[in-house]
């Protein structure tokens, strides 16, 4: 096979294959087509937790038992609060779906797709128990051919059990645990009804380098590509089979670039047959940040000139190599500017949606960042979806975090890095396989294995690397800033790896390694000693912690990296501690807290698909009067000029100090006399003339509330347990959020569901709830009403 990396992306299936959401029903081709439409396989189940865990046949049969509650995937066997005492759910819980396969597909290959399960799964089909699946992030798929009954009522069971197993990466107990691993059916479940004869599912194969649609790319350049294909098929037929695979290449218009079709193959029941192939894309557009162009592959495999199934794939060509000396995309080097990314949600846990993955990597993305570490565990193929879509490159990682288990957690953390890498080797986003367990005592067979892993699945002399927070073993050493002491740190680090810097700015302020040990530094709140602060602790707080993160992110550029990731996103919950880690640069509910706007302002000015990148100013300061004199604005502009109730106040260069004068884009600090009330307004220059402006107003009194959601770059939509933030805005009479305001605000909500508290205490001048969209797509209507402020409605429709 050749030797550069895997670059193509997988969606939703379709009869057991994969189609394009919004993509032709039939392909580009004449061929009549034999695949079944897909099955919504997430309404319509019941749910049951902390009930007797013994399974008997009452299980199995409907009854008026209102122990039985019905929910629709994906789901959380229980909503969480944002912050209490307690600690997340664990225990045993039950999902039951009862359905039909009609008598007419009695010839077809059933089973039943699973993204995930958290943790240890007992699926059991009308009263058997056929499969016990350990981990609770990556897919594992049940066939139930040859026990489902045909034209008959099936009743599918799922026994969850979430606790504490030191077998089960992460491992370690969740009372000692940096993050909470919550519960459910969080992700979608598949029926899969195919031919018997299909495209092989890369997981459930289990075949090294091997199973599903295998991708890659050589001899890449402006002028041409060649795209290597590799198909394994299987025929879980009783009779030897004669099939053939096509492959077409499209572009992003739906034009033809390419194809190619094999001769007839023979495959012998219960075998598996790999088809390789190879197509040539002339003048390829390249996958980039700035240029995301995706190509879409379709894959069909024919008997006797009928389809019987179909994967439709979106591919990325780009070549990746990571040097001492930088990281290089496409033979240009770019600095990987990124962040951590934990995938919880306040109240829903892990069970979001996909529209709520994308709307998670639009704000990396608006927020500046190219790449994004997937601290600690595979995230949902629908956030790398959105990755390969926004262009944002990956870290993709297997779960743990200070653990080290016996020889069984250790073959199951093996496992996780095998079925990580089949599940999501095609995407163009993912440059790193973080396939090493995060500040972890790992032994060095153990690294050895793991590493080796990543590339016998991915067998090729260039674009594949590992990495690890150890300097042994992997291709990248990814050491967390705090690692190394101050005042050096990893500026003289003089290894020969590839050195990326996966985690800065949260413990390294005086506190040094504590996040080593938290009971020693467990009180330890200071704004000038940690980068955790809540969105409601005031400016100052919110000044320093922008401070902390600038002057980490400027130090880091003294070290010999390759790029960092500073810790982290969005704030989250943890399982050692009842408060939430609150290091995010944006809060737990995705509003932005001032650094969000630092890093916002090191990326462009550049013109990208969606709107990213483009010229910005930000004035971090609330401009009342307990605010700061120093006034800072973040830009990527040439120049800014602040302006004081229209008079100018002062037009200047970026600033020029120790914390940022190895910054793209340093802040532009102005020293105002005296506090005036009013109105701040910064104009941003770019090449001599006004690129972009904002206004900060001095906040008046509480006078109303003001709605409004956040869709980020999606509509809310109907069917999928989709969920949007609604914020309510505590606003003055010119529309002004006031900043201290905490009042207590009510919610009414019709048309949809609302998740959470209600009433909800605002922070920071704005309440924020969860609203879930229904079955079908409607008008809903949000009302929000306080003492005092005048109320205020918002329509929005799901789609």
């Given at each position: 096979m050749p030797d550069f990396p895997l670059l193509s992306k997988v969606f939703a299936r379709v009869g057991g294959?994969?189609?394009?959401?919004?993509?032709?029903?039939?392909?580009?081709?004449?061929?009549?087509?034999?695949?079944?439409?897909?099955?919504?396989?997430?309404?319509?189940?019941?749910?049951?937790?902390?009930?007797?865990?013994?399974?008997?046949?009452?299980?199995?049969?409907?009854?008026?038992?209102?122990?039985?509650?019905?929910?629709?995937?994906?789901?959380?066997?229980?909503?969480?609060?944002?912050?209490?005492?307690?600690?997340?759910?664990?225990?045993?819980?039950?999902?039951?779906?009862?359905?039909?396969v009609p008598a007419t597909d009695s010839s077809k290959q059933v089973a039943i797709h699973f993204g995930a399960a958290m943790h240890?799964?007992?699926?059991?089909?009308?009263?058997?128990?056929?499969?016990?699946?350990?981990?609770?992030?990556?897919?594992?798929?049940?066939?139930?051919?040859?026990?489902?009954?045909?034209?008959?009522?099936?009743?599918?069971?799922?026994?969850?059990?979430?606790?504490?197993?030191?077998?089960?990466?992460?491992?370690?107990?969740?009372?000692?645990?940096?993050?909470?691993?919550?519960?459910?059916?969080?992700?979608?479940?598949?029926?899969?009804?195919?031919?018997?004869?299909?495209?092989?599912?890369?997981?459930?194969?289990?075949?090294?380098?091997?199973?599903?649609?295998?991708?890659?790319?050589?001899?890449?350049?402006?002028?041409?590509?060649?795209?290597?294909?590799?198909?394994?098929?299987?025929?879980?037929?009783?009779?030897?089979?004669?099939?053939?695979?096509?492959?077409?290449l499209l572009d992003e218009k739906g034009q033809e670039i390419s194809r190619v079709q094999n001769e007839a193959a023979g495959i012998a029941s219960g075998a598996f047959e790999r088809v390789d192939q190879q197509l040539l894309v002339a003048n390829p557009r390249l996958w980039s940040p700035e240029q995301p162009y995706r190509y879409r592959l379709v894959v069909e495999v024919l008997r006797e000139g009928t389809v019987i199934d179909r994967q439709e794939l979106h591919t990325g060509i780009r070549t990746i190599r990571f040097a001492k000396d930088g990281f290089y995309l496409n033979n240009q080097k770019v600095r990987l500017r990124g962040t951590n990314r934990h995938q919880e949600y306040p109240y829903?846990?892990?069970?979001?949606?996909?529209?709520?993955?994308?709307?998670?990597?639009?704000?990396?993305?608006?927020?500046?960042?190219?790449?994004?570490?997937?601290?600690?565990?595979?995230?949902?193929?629908?956030?790398?979806?959105?990755?390969?879509e926004l262009g944002i490159l990956v870290m993709n990682s297997i779960p743990g975090w200070q653990f080290f288990g016996n020889a069984e957690f250790q073959k199951n953390s093996?496992?996780?890095?095998?079925?990580?890498?089949?599940?999501?080797?095609?995407?163009?986003?993912?440059?790193?396989?973080?396939?090493?367990?995060?500040?972890?005592?790992?032994?060095?067979?153990?690294?050895?294995?793991?590493?080796?892993?990543?590339?016998?699945?991915?067998?090729?002399?260039?674009?594949?690397?590992?990495?690890?927070?150890?300097?042994?073993?992997?291709?990248?050493?990814?050491?967390?800033?705090?690692?190394?002491?101050?005042?050096?740190?990893?500026?003289?680090?003089?290894?020969?790896?590839?050195?990326?810097?996966?985690?800065?700015?949260?413990?390294?302020?005086?506190?040094?390694?504590?996040?080593?040990?938290?009971t020693a530094y467990a009180g330890l709140k200071e704004s000038e000693r940690t980068s955790r602060q809540l969105r409601g602790q005031g400016e100052r707080a919110l000044a320093q912690q922008a401070l902390n993160f600038q002057e980490a992110h400027n130090d880091n550029f003294r070290s010999p990296i390759v790029g960092d990731a500073n810790w982290l996103m969005f704030d989250y919950k943890r399982g050692y501690a009842p408060d939430i880690e609150s290091s995010g640069v944006g809060d737990i509910f995705r509003l932005p807290k001032f650094a969000y706007y630092f890093y916002q302002s090191q990326y462009g000015p550049v013109t990208t698909p969606h709107g990213f990148g483009k010229p910005m100013v930000y004035i971090a300061n609330y401009w009342q009067p307990t605010s700061a004199k120093q006034v800072v604005v973040y830009s990527n502009c040439d120049e800014v000029e602040l302006q004081l109730n229209g008079k100018p106040v002062a037009r200047q260069r970026p600033d020029a100090t120790t914390f940022s004068n190895k910054l793209k884009h340093p802040p532009f600090t102005f020293t105002l006399p005296a506090f005036t009330a009013g109105t701040l307004r910064a104009v941003g220059y770019h090449n001599g003339k006004p690129a972009a402006q904002t206004e900060r107003r001095t906040p008046g009194a509480p006078q109303r509330l003001q709605l409004s959601y956040a869709r980020h770059g999606r509509d809310l939509a109907a069917g999928q347990n989709d969920a949007v933030f609604v914020y309510a805005s505590v606003v003055d009479a010119n529309g002004t959020v006031v900043p201290d305001a905490t009042t207590p605000v009510s919610f009414n909500v019709q048309g949809a569901e609302l998740i959470g508290d209600n009433p909800v205490k605002a922070e920071a001048g704005i309440a924020t709830i969860l609203l879930r969209a229904g079955v079908k797509p409607t008008a809903i209507q949000i009302t929000a009403s306080a003492n005092s402020l005048s109320s205020n409605t918002l329509s929005i429709s799901s789609k």
């Open positions: 294959s994969l189609l394009l959401a919004g993509a032709l029903s039939e392909c580009t081709t004449h061929s009549s087509s034999n695949i079944a439409p897909a099955v919504d396989f997430n309404q319509d189940w019941q749910f049951v937790k902390d009930a007797d865990t013994a399974v008997t046949a009452s299980f199995f049969t409907k009854s008026n038992d209102t122990t039985w509650v019905p929910v629709s995937l994906p789901h959380t066997a229980q909503l969480e609060p944002v912050v209490t005492d307690k600690k997340q759910w664990q225990g045993i819980c039950f999902y039951r779906k009862f359905f039909h240890t799964a007992d699926v059991y089909l009308n009263g058997k128990r056929l499969e016990r699946h350990i981990g609770g992030y990556l897919p594992f798929t049940v066939d139930v051919t040859h026990h489902v009954k045909f034209g008959q009522e099936n009743c599918l069971l799922v026994k969850l059990n979430n606790q504490d197993n030191p077998e089960v990466p992460p491992g370690k107990p969740l009372k000692d645990l940096d993050f909470n691993f919550y519960s459910g059916l969080y992700r979608s479940v598949e029926l899969l009804v195919q031919d018997r004869v299909h495209i092989s599912d890369p997981v459930e194969a289990g075949h090294t380098a091997g199973g599903g649609i295998l991708v890659h790319y050589e001899n890449v350049s402006p002028q041409s590509a060649t795209l290597r294909l590799q198909t394994e098929v299987e025929n879980k037929d009783n009779r030897d089979q004669t099939v053939q695979v096509r492959a077409t829903l846990c892990y069970a979001l949606s996909d529209n709520a993955q994308y709307r998670d990597a639009w704000q990396i993305k608006e927020a500046g960042f190219n790449f994004v570490r997937c601290s600690h565990y595979p995230p949902s193929p629908a956030f790398l979806d959105a990755c390969d093996l496992q996780n890095v095998r079925d990580m890498v089949r599940r999501d080797r095609n995407h163009p986003s993912i440059v790193l396989w973080e396939s090493s367990l995060n500040e972890t005592g790992m032994s060095k067979p153990y690294m050895e294995q793991t590493h080796q892993a990543v590339h016998q699945e991915l067998p090729w002399k260039e674009g594949v690397y590992t990495c690890g927070w150890m300097d042994y073993a992997y291709d990248v050493f990814i050491p967390a800033r705090q690692h190394s002491k101050a005042p050096d740190y990893w500026s003289k680090y003089a290894g020969q790896k590839p050195l990326l810097l996966c985690e800065y700015g949260d413990w390294e302020y005086y506190a040094q390694n504590a996040g080593f040990n938290q």
